[in-house]
């Protein structure tokens, strides 16, 4: 026997036995993707191609984020600062169900840019025509009439008879209270 070979002979192994190299090639394949891995991919796209569904989501999020310029927080802080204290408990009803009307149509493009231009509208309104008043020590009977004449009258009217979301006076005063739990808007001089 040569000097460079080598015998084997009852060899018993679980894998492979070589004299020399052993080539082995592994393909390893992707998993398959998932159902819920297609629909993400899918809303992706979606959201790629839709720039105006982005620009009123964007405009809607301004009024869902908190502006947190204020000393104080919360609404029911805001409205007893703003000695509405009585208001307490309609105000916080009001404003929880324009929370959840919001969300029930957050969904839907148009509902956001209709909840997007009231809240605009109203923030609008009550800076130019309500905050000079309370600025200049008007009383809570006058602030309120102006706000129903100012504020709450121009946005119904506004709003078509054949209002498919179903908003009425008392949901845009939900709206005045949701912004100023935002801090969108303030009830103090």
């Not at 959201?47 to 999020?61: E, G, I, M, P, S």
């Not at 008043?133 to 121009?154: E, H, K, T, Y």
Request: charged share 30%.
């Amino acid at each position: 026997m040569a000097e460079s070979e080598s015998r084997q002979e009852n060899i018993r192994a679980e894998g492979d036995v070589a004299g020399r190299d052993i080539n082995k090639t592994t393909f390893v394949s992707p998993p398959a993707p998932s159902r819920l891995h297609d629909l993400i991919s899918k809303a992706e796209d979606e959201l790629r191609k839709n720039t105006a569904y982005q620009k009123v989501f964007r405009d809607l999020q301004r009024y869902i984020d908190s502006i947190d310029d204020d000393e104080v927080s919360g609404l029911e802080n805001k409205l007893i600062a703003a000695n509405r204290s009585d208001e307490l408990k309609k105000a916080a009803i009001l404003k929880e169900q324009f929370t959840k009307m919001l969300f029930e149509h957050m969904l839907s493009p148009s509902a956001q840019k209709v909840y997007a231009h009231l809240l605009a509208r109203i923030e609008t309104l009550f800076d130019q025509k309500i905050r000079p008043l309370i600025r200049a020590g008007a009383n809570a009977i006058a602030v309120d009439a102006a706000i129903a004449d100012a504020v709450i009258c121009p946005v119904c009217n506004e709003i078509d008879a054949a209002n498919a979301l179903g908003i009425h006076d008392c949901d845009i005063r939900g709206m005045l209270y949701y912004l100023t739990g935002t801090c969108h808007i303030s009830w103090v001089a």
